[in-house]
């Protein structure tokens, strides 16, 4: 079988590239992931195991071999990312480009729901004591090997004097925690996203021409059971129960000072949504399951919901979100989706997907969700919603999203 890889920082992502492993095996192609997280993100793992079907290698396993001659050693015939725009990506990908091996970004999730394209000014509030904690952390990772290595590929691939300016310019930006592509990435062959949505966000971020970028489906909606039958199924509910979407800022160093300050704006909201009477249960981010944040929720005897998020939005009237993915299945169930506004979040930006949402509603203040909701389903328009849905949904069945990546890779490679 000719051989792909899959490269990231970590094996966080790796279901990612998982889901894809059989499809490609249709179409005569092994898959391998290779990441480098006894750097930094994950050093516990094995050299070398299995996840899923998935074949995943800590770059430990090469025995100290640099980027370059690990491609070289396994000489796939093309490279798969989820991003392009970190220190060990950038590396990589000018070496598969040196090398004349085609490369492919694949989006994880819907970016647009997320305020991003403010220019150099980050879509988060900045939270100076938790970046600096978490800066803290990586700092040793980042200046002694990450940005070495790609400097080291600037070096080997003669890079142009704009690139080492882009890296001074980057590393500037990255300090000062904004929401600015690195600009020194090579641009991938071709790219996956989600949705149409997020095609103008990957063209103009990471430079891949509109006619390369293929829409490939939303497996998010595999992930958490939603077919198109359901789909408007919980337009009116009037159960006494709301949930609330995560993003694990905390994790990201942005909004939150610390973990107390989270648990605390979820203690808030819970109490404030008991006084109006409504129950309260949470979708953690899974970014949280790598902590004890878990634990310290169930001390303070607050409803999680895993993998049961469909079942509980049925038992729900309305969910406050944060901006998530996540929050697309509600919307496509056509609930109301209450924009956290309110306390840390207030000034909270989100982006166009749900911002253009018939049924987004900002909130500044719990206490004023009954009326907002009455006032909301009062004019609600089905119409609109009908289209937002076929606009956003992506290519159906989402079953078929491996499929078409896929595809869209025979197609590049042949």
Not at 66 to 83: C, G, I, R, T, Y
Not at 378 to 392: A, Q, T
């Amino acid at each position: 079988m000719n051989k792909i890889i899959c490269f990231d920082n970590w094996t966080a992502g790796a279901h990612h590239f998982e889901r894809l492993v059989l499809e490609f095996e249709k179409y005569g192609y092994s898959l391998i992931l290779i990441h480098v997280g006894s750097w930094a993100h994950d050093k516990e793992r094995e050299k070398e195991e299995f996840i899923g079907k998935l074949l995943v290698r800590d770059i430990s396993y090469y025995n100290g071999k640099s980027l370059n001659k690990v491609l070289k050693e396994e000489n796939p015939v093309a490279v798969l990312f989820l991003d392009t725009n970190s220190f060990p990506h950038m590396a990589f990908n000018r070496y598969a480009s040196k090398l004349n091996i085609p490369t492919c970004l694949i989006y994880h999730g819907l970016v647009t729901v997320q305020a991003v394209g403010l220019g150099s000014q980050s879509p988060h509030k900045r939270n100076v004591t938790n970046t600096l904690q978490i800066l803290r952390k990586r700092i040793f990772a980042n200046l002694f090997i990450k940005v070495p290595i790609y400097i080291k590929s600037l070096i080997i691939t003669a890079a142009p004097f704009s690139y080492w300016k882009s890296l001074m310019f980057g590393l500037l930006m990255k300090a000062l925690n904004n929401d600015v592509s690195m600009g020194a990435s090579i641009t991938t062959k071709i790219g996956a996203v989600y949705t149409s949505s997020d095609i103008s966000h990957m063209n103009t971020k990471f430079k891949i021409p509109k006619d390369k970028i293929y829409v490939v489906g939303n497996p998010d909606l595999i992930s958490f059971g939603l077919t198109s039958k359901q789909f408007l199924s919980n337009i009116s509910n009037n159960n006494k129960v709301i949930m609330y979407i995560d993003t694990a800022y905390l994790q990201a160093g942005v909004v939150y000072k610390n973990e107390k300050d989270f648990l605390n704006h979820l203690n808030y909201t819970r109490n404030q949504l008991m006084l109006i009477g409504y129950s309260f249960v949470l979708k953690l981010h899974p970014a949280h399951y790598m902590t004890d944040i878990p634990k310290r929720l169930q001390e303070m005897k607050i409803k999680i919901c895993k993998d049961d998020f469909v079942d509980n939005l049925n038992k729900c009237c309305s969910v406050i979100t944060e901006p998530s993915s996540a929050a697309m299945i509600p919307a496509l169930m056509g609930m109301p989706l209450l924009l956290a506004n309110y306390k840390t979040l207030e000034g909270q930006e989100y982006g166009k997907v749900l911002k253009k949402y018939p049924r987004s509603i900002y909130l500044n203040n719990i206490s004023e969700i009954k009326q907002l909701l009455n006032y909301e389903s009062k004019y609600l328009d089905l119409n609109s919603l009908n289209k937002w849905i076929s606009l956003n949904s992506g290519p159906m069945p989402a079953e078929d999203m491996p499929k078409r990546v896929v595809k869209a890779v025979d197609e590049m490679l042949n």
